[in-house]
């Protein structure tokens, strides 16, 4: 049901029916789960909140920001104290045609004079509005509104101004002759005596709207009885909120800790539910890829690089710079841009050099003695599900991680088509044999890893691995394990990746591979720097 309707129905039902004061949408949501069929968006209140006075010191477009978060926070319908409509008129007009579009179900208006003060605040000096006046700011809105729901209250000052009851029922039938949808008749008496009476003699004409907040000791059932429709609690939430805010501050103030406070006030967990925070994370999951990619990933940067002589002397080969950033961010920065967060690195030589924000380390401190597969060994201490492994001295495009995504097996690597350039190399050079070489053609066919080496065939090889590995979380489990079993073995210190993929191809778990042609550098040498502009 729209929430105009909802309020008109409020207004209109048989019933006695309640609505609660919020000066701001924490206020209305926290009335609206209570129970409460609507909320009173006071004007006292929600410039009060803004430590001004109810004066019209807030604009009336500050108080339409508000009940506009209000809407947004609440399904129940909100009836705006409108105080005068800010004008004449035609702010009536501009005011109604605003609130419908923010979702307002209504508007009550009082007849004094903008800029208007409290009721409650010398009342009886206050002047009241014309009749005529004020019944053609009634009907102006009555003619504005779209939606034929929308409900516009008047609200009677005669009574508070010291007019008396034949004032105040004259301007009830003017303000119903113009379209008013309710009468909000209010009296700043301790005693309900002359609302009962205005109810009385007016005798349900239109509903019948109060607020006592200076006659609260009236039972409510002696307005049930008099056939009042709505009574609004109008500042409640507010001058609750001011003790408890008023208690806290002189506590803290007085005790230096806030140790003692904590059971008396909401937890943290409440304020997250008022903000519907899991709702966000919900939609996180569906709408928001950067958040499902729960990979970790390792990088294995304890290497000295000794190749690259003065350049390595004081910081470790992952740490050089490339284009004016180490190597080590780019390839970080790279994980980043797909949302991998969880990232380790893991340092041997000159680890000290090593410490970038937000990054976990391990540390290999056996560097000269060991290889990758040691280093991999600690890397993987502490990862559970799915995982990531790159050298730390080579540079790829995005592109690479782009195909790795697509393979899903348990163990998947990148191998570049493009290997002949590697071939007279000094250095190892991780050449594949695969089951189907490169072929534009046979792009469908699903690539196994057959054997790893740097002394396969030139006419059986691939293309070279690039040192990069993704391990689905079963995948991360089996090299765990096979690592374990194997570290009990002599030679396990000298153990290179390669000879870990023909471990796992020789207890015939199948290494999925996927194909690319270059978009990556191995930067091993002074040479390999002449290609790295192209990145
Ligand atoms: C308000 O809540 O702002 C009202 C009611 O207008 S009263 O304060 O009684 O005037
Ligand atoms: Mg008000």
């Given at each position: 049901m729209k929430k105009t309707t909802k309020l008109k129905n409020i207004l209109n039902n048989k019933e006695l029916n309640f609505l609660m004061e919020a000066h701001n949408a924490l206020s209305a949501k926290i009335v609206s789960e209570s129970g409460f069929e609507g909320v009173w968006a006071s004007g006292l209140c929600m410039s009060a909140s803004m430590a001004l006075r109810d004066n019209n010191e807030a604009s009336w477009t500050q108080i339409l920001e508000v009940v506009e978060l209000m809407s947004d926070a609440t399904d129940i319908p909100i009836l705006l104290d409108g105080d005068t409509g800010y004008g004449n008129f035609n702010n009536m007009r501009r005011l109604v045609k605003k609130?419908?579009?923010?979702?307002?179900?209504?508007?009550?208006?009082?007849?004094?004079?903008?800029?208007?003060?409290?009721?409650?605040?010398?009342?009886?000096?206050?002047?009241?509005?014309?009749?005529?006046?004020?019944?053609?700011?009634?009907?102006?809105?009555?003619?504005?509104?779209?939606?034929?729901?929308?409900?516009?209250?008047?609200?009677?000052?005669?009574?508070?101004?010291?007019?008396?009851?034949?004032?105040?029922?004259?301007?009830?039938?003017?303000?119903?002759?113009?379209?008013?949808?309710?009468?909000?008749?209010?009296?700043?008496?301790?005693?309900?005596?002359?609302?009962?009476?205005?109810?009385?003699?007016?005798?349900?004409?239109?509903?019948?709207?109060?607020?006592?907040?200076?006659?609260?000791?009236?039972?409510?059932?002696?307005?049930?009885?008099?056939k009042v429709s709505l009574i609004i609690w109008a500042n409640h939430m507010l001058r609750s909120a001011i003790v408890s805010m008023q208690n806290t501050a002189r506590f803290v103030y007085k005790e230096k800790s806030v140790l003692n406070l904590e059971e008396n006030i909401a937890p943290l967990i409440e304020v997250f539910r008022l903000q519907c925070s899991e709702e966000l994370q919900e939609a996180e999951e569906r709408y928001f890829s950067y958040n499902k990619n729960k990979n970790s990933v390792i990088i294995l940067a304890a290497s000295h690089g000794k190749e690259l002589g003065q350049l390595t002397h004081e910081q470790p080969k992952t740490l050089i710079n490339i284009n004016g950033k180490p190597l080590l961010n780019r390839i970080i920065s790279t994980f980043y841009e797909f949302g991998i967060k969880d990232l380790t690195v893991v340092r041997g030589y000159k680890k000290e050099k090593i410490s970038i924000h937000n990054i976990k380390y391990i540390d290999n401190d056996d560097y000269e003695n060991t290889r990758e597969v040691f280093s991999l060994f600690k890397g993987l201490t502490n990862i559970v599900g799915d995982a990531i492994i790159s050298y730390g001295d080579i540079l790829f495009k995005k592109y690479v991680?782009?195909?790795?995504?697509?393979?899903?097996?348990?163990?998947?690597?990148?191998?570049?088509?493009?290997?002949?350039?590697?071939?007279?190399?000094?250095?190892?050079?991780?050449?594949?044999?695969?089951?189907?070489?490169?072929?534009?053609?046979?792009?469908?066919?699903?690539?196994?890893?057959?054997?790893?080496?740097?002394?396969?065939?030139?006419?059986?090889?691939?293309?070279?691995?690039?040192?990069?590995?993704?391990?689905?979380?079963?995948?991360?489990?089996?090299?765990?394990?096979?690592?374990?079993?194997?570290?009990?073995?002599?030679?396990?210190?000298?153990?290179?990746?390669?000879?870990?993929?023909?471990?796992?191809?020789?207890?015939?778990?199948?290494?999925?591979?996927?194909?690319?042609?270059?978009?990556?550098?191995?930067?091993?040498?002074?040479?390999?720097?002449?290609?790295i502009s192209s990145f």
């Amino acid at each position: 049901m729209k929430k105009t309707t909802k309020l008109k129905n409020i207004l209109n039902n048989k019933e006695l029916n309640f609505l609660m004061e919020a000066h701001n949408a924490l206020s209305a949501k926290i009335v609206s789960e209570s129970g409460f069929e609507g909320v009173w968006a006071s004007g006292l209140c929600m410039s009060a909140s803004m430590a001004l006075r109810d004066n019209n010191e807030a604009s009336w477009t500050q108080i339409l920001e508000v009940v506009e978060l209000m809407s947004d926070a609440t399904d129940i319908p909100i009836l705006l104290d409108g105080d005068t409509g800010y004008g004449n008129f035609n702010n009536m007009r501009r005011l109604v045609k605003k609130l419908e579009q923010r979702g307002v179900a209504g508007v009550c208006i009082e007849d004094k004079l903008f800029p208007k003060t409290n009721s409650f605040i010398k009342g009886d000096c206050q002047p009241l509005a014309d009749i005529e006046e004020f019944s053609g700011k009634i009907k102006a809105g009555k003619d504005t509104q779209q939606d034929s729901d929308f409900c516009i209250v008047a609200r009677i000052e005669a009574l508070i101004a010291g007019w008396g009851l034949r004032e105040a029922i004259k301007r009830a039938m003017a303000y119903k002759e113009a379209g008013a949808d309710a009468i909000l008749i209010h009296s700043d008496k301790t005693q309900p005596n002359d609302i009962l009476e205005f109810i009385k003699a007016w005798d349900n004409q239109l509903p019948v709207v109060v607020v006592p907040t200076k006659y609260y000791r009236t039972p409510t059932e002696v307005f049930r009885h008099a056939k009042v429709s709505l009574i609004i609690w109008a500042n409640h939430m507010l001058r609750s909120a001011i003790v408890s805010m008023q208690n806290t501050a002189r506590f803290v103030y007085k005790e230096k800790s806030v140790l003692n406070l904590e059971e008396n006030i909401a937890p943290l967990i409440e304020v997250f539910r008022l903000q519907c925070s899991e709702e966000l994370q919900e939609a996180e999951e569906r709408y928001f890829s950067y958040n499902k990619n729960k990979n970790s990933v390792i990088i294995l940067a304890a290497s000295h690089g000794k190749e690259l002589g003065q350049l390595t002397h004081e910081q470790p080969k992952t740490l050089i710079n490339i284009n004016g950033k180490p190597l080590l961010n780019r390839i970080i920065s790279t994980f980043y841009e797909f949302g991998i967060k969880d990232l380790t690195v893991v340092r041997g030589y000159k680890k000290e050099k090593i410490s970038i924000h937000n990054i976990k380390y391990i540390d290999n401190d056996d560097y000269e003695n060991t290889r990758e597969v040691f280093s991999l060994f600690k890397g993987l201490t502490n990862i559970v599900g799915d995982a990531i492994i790159s050298y730390g001295d080579i540079l790829f495009k995005k592109y690479v991680i782009n195909i790795l995504f697509e393979l899903d097996g348990d163990f998947n690597i990148v191998v570049d088509s493009s290997w002949q350039e590697s071939l007279n190399k000094q250095r190892y050079i991780n050449f594949v044999s695969c089951n189907v070489k490169y072929r534009k053609e046979e792009f469908e066919q699903k690539v196994f890893l057959q054997h790893i080496g740097n002394t396969i065939t030139e006419s059986d090889i691939s293309g070279e691995w690039i040192g990069i590995l993704k391990l689905s979380s079963v995948g991360t489990n089996i090299v765990k394990s096979i690592l374990n079993e194997l570290s009990q073995r002599d030679g396990f210190k000298s153990m290179r990746i390669s000879e870990l993929f023909n471990e796992l191809i020789s207890r015939n778990y199948k290494i999925h591979v996927a194909y690319t042609h270059g978009a990556w550098i191995d930067i091993d040498d002074i040479d390999d720097f002449s290609k790295i502009s192209s990145f």
